[in-house]
């Protein structure tokens, strides 16, 4: 399996290369490896649903304890086929959605990135390795949705959803650090063998917060829910893909996931409860505000997402029936629609319902597949969607907590649901025929296979719900996700119950909105004002912030000056350390120093010339007079027993002193560049700072915490460097590599040294090439 999702990055390496190779015929040898994958899943599904999970386990980094560790349970399994079977049909139709396009080889490339990633992520075992793959579907999800870079608006939306799973991104990494603490293990599989209870962990709270912002903006829960439908610049099968078995499930599959170890608590039955049906209900409500096929379709999923994680929220066995079930007939008929809503994008040149009518006897086949699907995504029997609508309602009915506002928001949900399926289903196909940007024809083979073959799923499903194995599939992934052993019949008729009169009264209440539907968008364009004040308004309100600020720190930090630079930092240094050392600790001083009265000479002319030098208006002066404080400090080391270093400080000082003179008189003029009260300014704060290295100096002198590490040098040097000099030994043979980089340092200057003298201005004319232009100009004396 590691073999395999690792081949997935490298045939996305090979993609613009297999393209050039295979041209129209790439996609579909593509798709053979998630069709081989989904193969290999469809093998293992028997030895997973009778013996439990597979673990497979390849070492990584060995020496951190980190390893490729791949589980194989019944969840993991069941968005395995989905990412692989709903893969498969994405690329065929990607084929023929972007047939000729110039940069298809960048598109196959990045999707099968984005494919690998999410394998990778349901997958992992190890939390270090979850949270690799889960970033690397938010970059390869950029990629995508930003797959048109001339458009100014896929870049936004794309650079949007980049920063809102980013963000979350960085939640998640401190709420996987705190389980792996809370734990003590970074793996799934030891984590859900464990014998003591998370929940009773003082790191549960904030673990638990962290973990559900990485969650919610993942699969844009409200109030995160923003990015998903501007995601819609991404091409129409990215869509597809994304909203029906990727990126947006895996937050969903997160929190499935952890459900078992942390979930049954107050605050995870509240918060996924109320946000998963609060996003259900504004999800639907906004999918009625719009007439953009895609961005319907893209509202509609964000009510599918919010009942995931309402069912998660609520927890019980009939929810988790009810939460595996609703998670696989929304994928099967929302890819098929996404596809379909391509088909009449690609075919008519619109997105926009309103603008289309009376399809169906020019696109037949697109017509019946968008009538099988929406069927299913409205719940109407015997499609499969309506077994998973009776199982929410259900669910929603036996919660023990928040059970009125989850039946009422579930209900409300559905009947605008309904009327977005029947908008998607009848509007474009029947009524009065509109002239549309391009005339209108049937898609090719390759736009019609994957969103068939997802739309007799759910026929086949609805009708037969035991058909090959599927009871036994979502058996397993449920109890993976509940923890405990559970069993699944599914039916198509489970009698007359309160979920069923749910279900045909919002049957009614929706195909009635739908007949209003104009009007209802007319009256909800009224609430427009409120609207653009959402969180998306929020978001766009932060960045427009964080640029603000950028300017302004720009304005006032970084200039571009040096010497505010210097001051800002000095000042800062000043008020950290003068801070720790002045108030939190007493400076502890001892002035028992012996210092002699040469020593005293040497500082004094060290301490003139530094005042010499900033005052003087002389440059001749000031260069001199910095020449005798490095010959000073050169003395100094030689009256401290280092003749070496008195010596490297010398010819330094000396190469120093003469490149000042040599490029003396081509510096400006000096001059006033502040003014009285800036030079007090910059006065002052140069003498706190030296009083504050003063302070630390004879601070560091007074304590003496550790034996000082010049006896083993002096012990040592001779015996195992052999060399008396203690200086030489530790640069040559104790710091070597440092002293190489030195040395390189020194080298690189004395390049720049040598370029610096041997520059000369060009004075003569160019000479240029027959037939050639130059490519200098002639000085300009004018």
């Not at 963000?167 to 793996?187: Q, R």
């Not at 009518?357 to 696109?363: E, S, T, V, W, Y």
């Amino acid at each position: 399996m590691q073999f395999t999702v690792l081949m997935g990055f490298v045939l996305a390496a090979l993609a613009p290369m297999l393209h050039r190779r295979f041209a129209g015929r790439t996609s579909l040898v593509l798709a053979l490896f998630p069709a081989l994958i989904a193969a290999w899943l469809f093998s293992q599904a028997p030895m997973v649903i009778d013996n439990g999970p597979v673990l497979l386990e390849w070492q990584w980094v060995p020496s951190l304890g980190i390893s490729l560790t791949f589980l194989l349970d019944g969840l993991s399994l069941l968005f395995g086929l989905l990412i692989t079977v709903i893969g498969t049909c994405v690329l065929v139709y990607a084929g023929g959605y972007l047939k000729d396009h110039h940069d298809i080889g960048r598109f196959y490339m990045a999707l099968m990135a984005f494919m690998a990633s999410m394998l990778g992520l349901v997958m992992a075992d190890g939390l270090v390795t979850l949270f690799i793959f889960w970033e690397l579907t938010s970059i390869t999800s950029y990629l995508l949705i930003g797959f048109n870079h001339a458009d100014l608006q896929a870049r936004k939306s794309a650079r949007q959803g980049l920063f809102v799973t980013f963000a979350g991104g960085l939640a998640l990494m401190a709420g996987l650090v705190m389980l792996g603490v809370a734990s003590d293990a970074w793996s799934l599989a030891d984590i859900r063998a464990m014998e003591t209870d998370l929940r009773e962990h003082a790191l549960y709270t904030p673990m638990l917060v962290c973990l559900l912002l990485g969650a919610f903006t993942k699969s844009a829960q409200f109030p995160f829910h923003f990015w998903l439908p501007n995601a819609m610049a991404a091409p129409t099968p990215v869509s597809a893909y994304l909203h029906s078995a990727t990126m947006v499930k895996a937050g969903i599959y997160l929190l499935a996931r952890l459900q078992p170890e942390l979930g049954g608590t107050p605050l995870w039955i509240g918060v996924l409860s109320v946000v998963g049906a609060t996003t259900l209900l504004i999800g639907a409500f906004l999918a009625i505000h719009h007439t953009n096929v895609k961005k319907l379709l893209a509202y509609s999923t964000i009510m599918a997402l919010g009942t995931l994680t309402m069912l998660l929220g609520i927890g019980t066995e009939y929810a988790m029936t009810a939460f595996v079930t609703f998670l696989l007939a929304h994928s099967m008929y929302k890819g098929a629609l996404f596809m379909v809503a391509g088909n009449l994008d690609h075919e008519t040149g619109t997105k926009d319902v309103t603008a289309m009518g009376g399809l169906r006897p020019l696109m037949p086949v697109t017509a019946m597949i968008a009538l099988a699907a929406a069927l299913s995504l409205a719940g109407v029997p015997p499609l499969f969607g309506f077994i998973g609508k009776e199982l929410k309602f259900e669910a929603a009915l036996g919660a023990a907590d928040y059970r009125s506002l989850l039946v009422i928001f579930a209900f409300l949900g559905a009947v605008m649901t309904i009327a977005v399926a029947a908008i998607i289903a009848l509007r474009p196909f029947y009524g009065t025929r509109h002239q549309t940007p391009k005339a209108p024809h049937e898609a090719p083979l390759s736009m019609l296979i994957g969103p068939a073959l997802l739309s007799l799923g759910s026929i086949a499903f609805g009708i037969a719900p035991g058909v090959l194995g599927v009871n036994a599939l979502l058996t397993s992934a449920a109890g993976a996700v509940s923890g405990e052993p559970m069993e699944i019949t599914l039916s198509l008729w489970y009698g007359v119950n309160l979920a069923l009169i749910m279900s045909v009264a919002s049957l009614a209440l929706g195909f009635l909105l739908f007949k209003y539907w104009d009007d209802a968008r007319a009256r909800l364009s009224l609430l427009a004002p409120v609207m653009r004040r959402g969180p998306e308004a929020g978001y766009e309100g932060l960045l427009n912030g964080i640029v603000a600020f950028s300017e302004w720190q720009t304005r006032i930090l970084q200039n571009g000056y040096m010497r505010n630079y210097i001051l800002i930092m000095l000042v800062v240094l000043i008020a950290l350390i003068g801070n720790s050392i002045l108030l939190r600790h007493s400076p502890l001083l001892a002035f028992d120093l012996d210092v002699r009265f040469h020593e005293v000479i040497v500082v004094g002319t060290m301490t003139m010339s530094a005042l010499f030098a900033t005052l003087t208006r002389s440059r001749l002066g000031a260069v001199v007079s910095v020449g005798i404080m490095g010959f000073s400090i050169a003395l100094v080391f030689v009256l401290f027993s280092a003749p070496d270093l008195g010596i490297t400080q010398l010819l330094v000082e000396t190469l120093t002193v003469i490149l000042l003179v040599l490029v003396l008189f081509r510096l400006p003029r000096f001059s006033h560049l502040s003014t009285s009260l800036e030079r007090i300014r910059d006065g002052s704060v140069a003498a706190m700072m030296g009083i504050l290295i003063f302070l630390l100096i004879m601070t560091a002198w007074s304590i003496d915490q550790f034996e000082s590490i010049s006896t083993y040098m002096v012990e040592n040097s001779a015996p195992l460097a052999y060399g008396r000099n203690i200086v030489n030994v530790i640069l040559v043979d104790y710091r070597a590599l440092d002293t190489l980089g030195e040395m390189f340092v020194l080298a690189l200057a004395a390049i720049g040294v040598i370029a610096m003298l041997k520059l000369r201005h060009a004075t003569e004319s160019p000479k240029t090439a027959e037939g050639s232009k130059s490519d200098t100009q002639e000085p300009y004396d004018g």
